[in-house]
């Protein structure tokens, strides 16, 4: 049994760094080919990368190939999706900001909840909120169970970390709801108002615009902009959260 189990833990560290690898060998792939002013093969490239092995590095770098061809929409979601995975890429941050300079776009409206969790990325929040929690409650029953004397200090102690545990409970409500919010990837994508091809288009939307997922059918999204709603293929526009 022991054999087994180390034969299965070796098969999939094994897989792991065959992943990473291959990661690595088409982020090199795609650093090679941007250097030499082929963007389109180190776009195809870094996307690779960023499947293979997600990076805020391969996003970024993914941005700028993208950019650098006059996809702005695919550059702007990559940059997003950097942003996503680590709000302290400054060279995402930076580069979003040129973007929609140059665009003319705004930024994605957030809710306040939403806002704070893009504070810390997504993941810290549920580690957070478990730690809080557990601290919590390890204040309120351990004194007892070992019936030590009551204080003050566990008192604030339960107090912050019960606060600590709701806030960082609100924070990862407003990951989920982020996951709807996407971009439109191409130049005037039409916005339908029948989820159909033969549907009738009530605006066109700009590379790069946000907007919010609001439901799905089939191939298309509805989604909310800032200057109203509709259909929108789903070829034309991409979730912050990669799926």
Same mark, same amino acid.
């Given at each position: 049994?022991?054999?087994?189990?180390?034969?299965?833990?070796?098969a999939l560290s094994?897989?792991?760094?065959?992943?990473?690898? *291959?990661?690595?060998?088409?982020?090199?792939?795609?650093?090679?080919?941007?250097?030499?002013?082929?963007?389109?093969t180190a776009a195809? *490239?870094?996307?690779?990368?960023?499947?293979?092995?997600?990076?805020?590095?391969?996003?970024?770098?993914?941005?700028?190939?993208?950019?650098?061809?006059?996809?702005?929409?695919?550059?702007?979601?990559?940059?997003?999706?950097?942003?996503?995975?680590?709000?302290?890429?400054?060279?995402?941050?930076?580069?979003?900001?040129?973007?929609?300079?140059?665009?003319?776009?705004?930024?994605?409206?957030?809710?306040?909840?939403?806002?704070?969790?893009?504070?810390?990325?997504?993941?810290?929040?549920?580690?957070?909120?478990?730690?809080?929690?557990?601290?919590?409650?390890?204040?309120?029953?351990?004194?007892?169970?070992?019936?030590?004397?009551?204080?003050?200090?566990?008192?604030?102690?339960?107090?912050?970390?019960?606060?600590?545990?709701?806030?960082?409970?609100t924070a990862n409500?407003?990951?989920?709801?982020?996951?709807?919010?996407?971009?439109?990837?191409?130049?005037?994508?039409?916005?339908?108002?029948?989820?159909?091809?033969?549907?009738?288009?009530?605006?066109?939307?700009?590379?790069?615009?946000?907007?919010?997922?609001?439901?799905?059918?089939?191939?298309?999204?509805?989604?909310?902009?800032?200057?109203?709603?509709?259909?929108?293929?789903?070829?034309?526009?991409?979730?912050?959260?990669?799926?």
């Amino acid at each position: 049994m022991k054999i087994a189990f180390l034969l299965l833990a070796v098969a999939l560290s094994s897989s792991t760094l065959s992943s990473r690898a *291959a990661a690595d060998d088409s982020f090199n792939t795609g650093i090679a080919a941007a250097q030499s002013g082929d963007f389109s093969t180190a776009a195809t *490239a870094f996307d690779a990368a960023a499947k293979q092995h997600p990076s805020a590095g391969a996003y970024v770098n993914l941005g700028l190939a993208e950019w650098q061809r006059g996809h702005a929409g695919a550059a702007i979601l990559a940059w997003e999706r950097a942003r996503w995975m680590d709000p302290f890429a400054a060279q995402a941050v930076q580069n979003l900001k040129f973007a929609r300079t140059v665009a003319q776009l705004d930024d994605p409206p957030l809710k306040w909840f939403e806002t704070a969790s893009t504070w810390l990325p997504p993941n810290a929040w549920v580690w957070l909120a478990g730690a809080n929690l557990w601290l919590a409650i390890g204040a309120l029953v351990l004194p007892r169970f070992f019936r030590w004397r009551k204080s003050g200090w566990q008192q604030w102690l339960t107090a912050l970390c019960g606060g600590a545990f709701l806030f960082c409970l609100t924070a990862n409500v407003g990951v989920v709801s982020r996951t709807d919010i996407g971009f439109v990837l191409r130049r005037n994508a039409p916005l339908l108002l029948t989820p159909t091809k033969a549907g009738e288009p009530v605006s066109t939307l700009n590379a790069g615009e946000a907007a919010r997922r609001l439901k799905t059918r089939g191939d298309y999204y509805f989604i909310r902009t800032a200057y109203g709603s509709g259909w929108i293929d789903r070829r034309d526009f991409g979730l912050v959260s990669a799926e």
